[in-house]
């Protein structure tokens, strides 16, 4: 039997490979790792246990009901952070401002995490995939001070890391520190996330569109007829095309990832800037499709080039296969 190459071990070789050698980076992939082990359990059973299904009866900084699981997720999350003083400070989706540690050790820290803790909640009732999606960012304050505000709101260019969870058919941890992506399977036997998918590429095209059509009145002519492109008839071109759509952006990204395709959550009449967070869920998507060798914009400029103003700013968003999103810029 071959050797099994455990998300610690790759995390390790990584790190020298890399240049990281404070081990700094692969300390908190490790925290990241754990508090995902944890969040995974929580999640088998969401089925099971009534205390954690349902609405927590709040509704987060966006507006959006917020799930128990969120809450759960976003809490195991930030607190493991805190506790192995592995950042000097978290921003998620679930809180309204960004969180500064204030321990002497978290203020010691070099990174900033940003996370959307529970991705695609609305299917956590219905048994349906969902994840997590972290990236990773050196602080641009000093060390030994508390985090602020300009430390998260960094271009995606300058991101060090990033990655997504998807708890699925199987739990997946799919990650890049800028040297391709890789994902890891967990086997819950054991409980260790395995390497699984080597040096994921995203195919150049697909077969597969992901968008949510029920949309459709309230998109730009520009998209309306890119879609009506993806449902022609035309042998020649293999059209039409696949629809698939979880309403989860990480299942929905992983299968175009490793099948090919194009998922696009354009802005609309009704939302102008899209719904999707630039910070928590958009720039790390778009640091891995770009290292799978994809392309991600908001149908004018690369997400990783955009300058962030807020943290809780949306952008509209099209990722996937690199020949599916240049054909669908020329519909715009
Ligand atoms: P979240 O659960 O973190 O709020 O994210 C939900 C997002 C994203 O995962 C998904 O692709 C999109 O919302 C679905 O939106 P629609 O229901 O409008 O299609
Ligand atoms: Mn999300
Ligand atoms: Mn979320």
Known sequence: MGHLVTLGEHILNNQKRVGHSTGELSHLLSCIRLAAKVVNSEINKAGLVDEIMGQYGKTNVQGEAQQKLDVYANRKFIDAFEAYSQVCGVASEEEDSFVAFESD?????????????????????????????????????????????????????????????????????????????????????????FLSHEDIRIPKSGKIYSVNEGNYPFFS????????????????????????????????????????GIYLYPETTLAPQGKLRLLYECKPI???????????????????????????????LIVGSSDMVDKLHSFL
Not at 124 to 143: A, E, H, M, P, Q
Not at 230 to 258: A, Q, W
Not at 288 to 316: C, M, S, V, W
């Open 105 to 193: 050790e978290c203020m010691q820290g070099k990174y900033v995490l940003l996370i959307d803790p529970l991705d695609g909640s609305s299917n956590i009732d219905v048994n349906v995939s969902i994840g997590t999606i972290f990236s990773i960012y050196k602080r641009k304050s000093l060390r030994g001070t508390k985090a602020n505000l300009d430390d998260f709101l960094q271009r995606g260019t300058e991101i060090v890391a990033a990655g997504y969870i998807v708890y699925g058919s199987s739990t997946m941890m799919v990650l890049s520190v800028g040297n391709g992506v890789h994902g890891f399977t967990f086997d819950p036997s054991v409980g260790v996330f």
């Open 286 to 316: 778009a640091f891995l499709a770009e290292q799978a060798g994809g392309k991600a914009t908001d149908g004018e400029n690369r997400i990783l080039e955009i300058e962030p103003k807020a943290l809780h700013q949306r952008t509209p």
């Open 221 to 260: 002519d520009g998209i309306k007829e890119y879609l009506k492109y993806c449902k022609e008839h035309d042998k020649e071109t293999g059209r039409p095309l696949t629809s698939r759509y979880i309403g989860s952006l990480v299942s929905d990204f992983h299968r175009n990832m490793i099948k090919g």
